[in-house]
């Protein structure tokens, strides 16, 4: 089985536009799919290309080719990694944001409601916070904000009182713990309402919301003016909107700033007015493609 199929592949690597000489990241490794896509299509071409990922098991992919280097830390630490290996301007950055197949896949990791196993969902196994930390710490209004705002989930105030009540009767320790309270409250497509739900936890384990921010703010000051290119893939709407105000305003909210003379500042080009979508044969190949958006930034200012 793959690790994971990597997700609108060929146009990343058409939007990183590489060069020779040039540093390129690929900040969500995983599998190594986009990154040997990357060093195949930069055949005979003299690059860097730096792979970061914080789940530990990735490592075992690290592709053997002089001009790659695997770092095994989260996205949100880019630049000082990169500054250990003497790097401080990049030429492009490739973010596909969401968990991977393999870990999808991996009942002991805690993902995927079809499996029974500890609720954890770290991303990388020695995070301080599992999923049941949260769960069975968080106060309801905590866990009401983590539903609507993750995971878009319509009865979410419901859903947290329901959380605080089971676990004064008994820790939430396992996955069947944690249906166990959910499947009564289920609105719609139990599919779909649970996606939601364990997305929502996953987003706020890994404080994937706020790694992301830091990670889109590092890369504005790291691209090289007028020639680093930003390519994320999302497949949540927040992930989405936050990649999208950072491209039009350089910050997460959308805030427009202005210089003295009321010029607004533009951090980077748009390349893509509207997202660039997975193929419907794509997605037929893989059904991960599905919710997909791809946005493209090419760094404006001076050099």
């Known amino acids: ?6 997700v609108l592949a060929h146009e990343c690597v058409h939007y990183l536009n590489l060069r020779p000489g040039g540093v390129y990241v690929d900040v969500t490794f995983g599998g190594g799919g986009h990154s040997r896509l990357i060093l195949e299509q930069a055949k005979g071409m003299d690059l860097k290309l730096f792979g970061f990922d914080q789940d530990e ?9 002089e001009r790659f280097t ?17 790097i401080d301007r990049i030429d492009g950055l490739l973010a596909d944001l969401g968990v991977s197949s393999h870990q999808f896949d991996q ?3 805690g993902f995927s ?3 029974d196993a500890p609720l954890d969902m770290r991303m990388g196994k020695t995070a301080d916070r599992s999923a049941a930390d949260v769960v069975n710490h968080y106060e309801a209004d905590e866990l009401q904000k983590v539903f609507g705002e993750y995971g878009e989930v319509r009865n979410a105030r419901t859903l947290a009182q329901a959380i605080v009540a089971a676990r004064e ?12 309270v959910c499947d009564p409250l289920v609105r719609g497509t139990r599919p779909r309402y649970l996606a939601q739900v364990f997305q929502a936890l996953r987003i706020e384990v890994n404080d994937e919301i706020g790694a992301l921010s830091d990670l889109l703010a590092q890369a504005t000051d790291l691209l090289i003016p007028n020639q680093g290119r930003l390519v994320v893939i999302a497949y949540h709407s927040l992930e989405d909107r936050i990649t999208k105000n950072f491209l039009k305003t350089g910050n997460a909210g959308g805030d427009v700033h202005k210089d003295f003379y009321g010029k607004i500042d533009r951090p980077y080009q748009i390349l893509t007015k509207k997202p660039v979508l997975p193929s419907a044969e794509e997605i037929r190949r893989n059904s991960r493609a599905r919710s997909a958006k791809l946005r493209v930034g090419e760094r404006s200012g001076e050099a």
Request: glycine share 2%; charged share 25%.
């Open 107 to 109: 009942a002991e990791r």
């Open 1 to 6: 089985m793959d690790y994971h199929v990597p």
């Open 113 to 115: 409601y079809r499996f």
């Open 57 to 65: 098991e990735a490592k075992a992919n690290a592709l053997a080719d």
């Open 70 to 86: 695997f770092v095994a830390a989260n996205f949100r630490h880019l630049r000082n990694y990169l500054r250990l290996y003497g």
């Open 169 to 180: 009767r008994q820790p939430i320790a396992s996955i069947q713990d944690f249906l166990n």
